[in-house]
C-alpha cells in the first residue's frame, strides 16, 4: 500500500470513528431515562451518603471524601463496564449490531466510538462529582499536579480494564432484559466489598482479600491516593497506597478483558450465527 | 465484470442447528438485475439462506457466491456492494431520520444525496422526526432507504411487509419496482404470496430446507398447465364451479344453454399462485 493510500484510508477510519461516536452521543444525550440513570443516579448517592454519614474517617478526614473517592472509582465502573454490559445487549436486541456488522463500516469504528462515550460520561459524571461536593459538603479538590497525574493513569487503565471487561461481559445476558438483573448486583457487590460505601480498613480480611481479585478496589485506593491527605496512606491495610500494585493488577485485567472480549463478543443474538 | 454472469450462486447449502437441519441442500442461481422471491412456511429455511447470503450466518457445506465473492469472507468492499433490509430493527430510535442516513452515508464509497433518498422513500414528512416517532410502514421505508443508502447491486429484502396495511403495501411495492427498473438484483423473501406474484420474476419454495419448485411464477408448480376454473350461476340462482383444460370449449358448450347470450356471474380464472402454493405444501405435508 502507497503513503498516500494509507493516509487515505487512516483519515477515512477517523471520520468513520468519529461518526459513530457523534451518533452515540446524540442518542444517549437524547434518551432521557439513560441521562437519570447514568448521571443523576451517582448524585443522588453522593448527596445521600454525604448527608447521612457526616463522620469523620479520622480526625479532619470526613467520610464525605472517604465516599467521594470510591464514587469516583465507581464511576469508572458504571461509564465503562455497567453501561457497555447493559447497553450492547441491547443493540444486539434492536437490530444496531447486525446493522453495522451488513455495512462497510471497519467494526474498529464502533469500538471506538463506544470507547469515546466511556470516556465522556466519565469525565461528566467526575465533573458533577466534584462540583456537587465541592458546593454541598465544602470538600477541598487537591490542586497539586502530581494528585492529577495519578488521576489520570488510574483512569486510563481502569477505563481500559472496564471497557473490555464490558464488552466481554455483554455477551453474558441471555437477553438485553435481563442484563441489569446480572450486571447491577455484581456491580453492587464490588462496591460494597471495595470500599466506596464502607471503610475497606474497617472490613473482615477474608472480603479484603476478595475484592482485591477484582479492579475496583485497586480503583478505590487509587482514588484515595488523589483525593485524601497523604497521611492517609497509613490507614490502608497495606500501610501504603501501592501504587506499583495497583498498574499491575490493572494491566492484568487488561489483558483477561482484551482475550476474553475479544473471544467472547457477539454481534448478533445467541443461535442467530 | 460480466453481466451475464448470476449475481449470485448456490449450490448444496446446507446448515443444521444442532440436529435438526434446517437448510438441507438448496441450490438456486439468481441473474442480475432479476427480482428472486423465496417462499415457504415458517421454519422452512428461508432466513438461514437468506442470511447465510447476507454473511450473517455460517453454513455447514455447499458452495455461495454473492457477486462472485463468498459471503463467509465479509469484506467491507463486498459489504459496500450490498444493502440489506433486516427483517425486524428498532435501532437509531432517538435519531431523526435525517440523521440516521446522514450518519451511514460515510460508510459508503458512493451513496445516496440523503434528501434525495428520502423523497425517494417518500418520507420528506418525517425527515426531522426521531425513528422512534414513525409508524410501522415509516419505519420500513427508512429501512429499505438504508439498505439502498450505498447503491447496492443487490438488494436483500427479509419479510419485508410484514404488518403492513394494503396501502402501505401497495406503496412499498411501487418503490420496489423502481428499484427493479433501474437494475438492482433482488431477493426478496416472504410470507405473501400476491408480494411474489407482483414483484419477482422467479420463485423458489422453501420447505424443511429444501427446493421445492423453483422458476417463473407464470410456471410454477406446472401452474400454466393447471386446469381452469369456470365459475357461474344457473337461471334457479344456483352457483357453479367446474375445473377444466379446456376452458374456452367448455364456455361455448355453455353459453349455448343461456338463449338471451349472457351466462350469469361468468368467471374463469387461472389457478391462483396461492392455489399452486397451497398444492405443493400439501404434497410435502403428506407425502
Known amino acids: ?273 | 465484470m460480466s453481466t451475464s454472469s448470476p449475481a449470485i450462486v448456490v449450490d448444496n447449502l446446507m446448515r443444521s442447528y444442532g440436529s435438526s437441519r434446517a437448510v438441507d441442500g438448496v441450490s438456486f442461481s439468481v441473474e442480475t438485475g432479476e427480482c428472486f422471491a423465496i417462499l415457504g412456511p415458517n421454519g422452512a429455511g428461508k432466513t438461514t439462506t437468506v442470511e447465510i447470503l447476507e454473511g450473517f450466518r455460517h453454513r455447514d457445506g455447499g458452495r455461495v457466491s454473492v457477486l462472485g465473492v463468498d459471503p463467509a469472507d465479509h469484506s467491507p468492499a463486498w459489504l459496500s456492494r450490498i444493502g440489506i433490509v433486516l427483517q425486524q430493527a428498532t435501532d437509531a430510535a432517538e435519531l431523526t431520520v435525517r440523521e440516521t442516513l446522514g450518519y451511514f452515508s460515510h460508510s459508503y464509497p458512493r451513496p445516496w444525496d440523503v434528501d434525495e433518498l428520502i423523497a425517494a422513500v417518500g418520507l420528506e414528512e418525517k425527515a426531522t422526526t426521531r425513528t422512534r416517532h414513525l409508524s410501522g410502514g415509516q419505519r420500513r421505508r427508512l429501512d429499505v432507504a438504508l439498505g439502498i443508502l450505498g447503491h447496492p447491486e443487490i438488494l436483500f429484502l427479509d419479510e419485508p411487509t410484514t404488518g403492513f396495511d394494503p396501502e402501505a403495501r401497495r406503496q412499498f411495492w411501487t418503490l420496489i419496482d423502481s428499484l427493479k427498473a433501474s437494475g438492482t438484483t433482488i431477493v426478496l423473501t416472504t410470507h405473501y404470496l400476491d408480494e411474489a406474484e407482483h414483484l419477482a420474476d422467479r420463485v423458489a419454495v422453501i420447505q424443511r430446507g429444501r427446493v421445492s419448485a423453483l422458476g417463473p411464477i407464470a410456471t410454477l408448480g406446472g401452474r400454466d398447465h393447471a386446469a381452469t376454473i369456470v365459475q357461474w350461476r344457473d337461471a334457479e340462482g344456483t352457483d357453479h364451479s367446474v375445473s377444466t383444460a379446456t376452458p374456452t370449449s367448455f364456455v361455448r358448450d355453455l353459453l349455448a344453454q343461456f338463449p338471451d347470450g349472457e351466462i350469469p356471474g361468468l368467471r374463469i380464472q387461472p389457478p391462483s399462485l396461492e392455489d399452486t402454493y397451497m398444492s405443493l405444501i400439501d404434497e410435502d405435508v403428506t407425502p
Open chain 1, 1 to 273: 500500500m502507497t503513503t498516500a493510500t494509507t493516509e487515505r484510508s487512516t483519515s477515512r477510519w477517523l471520520t468513520l470513528a468519529r461518526v459513530r461516536f457523534s451518533m452515540e452521543l446524540r442518542q444517549l444525550f437524547r434518551d432521557r431515562q439513560q441521562v437519570t440513570f447514568t448521571f443523576a443516579f451517582p448524585m443522588m448517592l453522593m448527596v445521600i451518603f454525604g448527608s447521612v454519614f457526616t463522620g469523620d474517617i479520622v480526625p479532619g478526614v470526613s467520610f464525605r471524601l472517604y465516599f467521594m473517592a470510591g464514587m469516583i472509582a465507581s464511576g469508572i465502573v458504571y461509564a465503562a463496564f455497567q453501561n457497555l454490559a447493559i447497553v450492547i445487549p441491547l443493540e444486539r436486541e434492536d437490530g444496531t449490531l447486525k446493522r453495522l456488522r451488513g455495512t462497510p463500516m471497519p467494526k474498529s469504528a464502533y469500538f471506538a466510538g463506544k470507547l469515546g462515550t466511556v470516556v465522556v460520561i466519565y469525565v461528566a459524571q467526575v465533573a458533577l462529582l466534584l462540583l456537587l461536593s465541592s458546593l454541598l459538603f465544602h470538600v477541598k479538590i487537591p490542586t497539586a499536579l502530581s494528585a492529577w497525574v495519578t488521576f489520570a493513569w488510574v483512569s486510563a487503565l481502569g477505563l481500559s480494564a472496564c471497557t473490555l471487561l464490558g464488552l466481554a461481559f455483554s455477551s453474558i445476558p441471555r437477553t438485553a432484559k435481563g442484563a441489569p438483573a446480572v450486571v447491577t448486583p455484581l456491580v453492587l457487590i464490588l462496591q460494597f466489598t471495595s470500599g466506596v460505601y464502607f471503610n475497606f480498613s474497617g472490613l473482615p480480611s477474608w472480603m479484603q482479600h476478595f475484592a482485591a481479585i477484582f479492579p475496583l478496589k485497586w480503583l478505590t485506593q487509587g482514588m484515595r491516593s488523589v483525593f485524601l491527605p497523604a497521611s492517609l496512606a497509613a490507614h490502608e491495610p497495606s500501610g501504603s497506597w501501592q501504587h506499583p500494585l495497583t498498574a499491575v493488577i490493572l494491566a492484568v485485567w487488561i489483558v483477561i478483558g482484551a482475550v476474553w472480549a475479544v473471544r467472547s463478543f457477539r454481534w448478533q443474538r445467541r443461535g442467530e450465527d
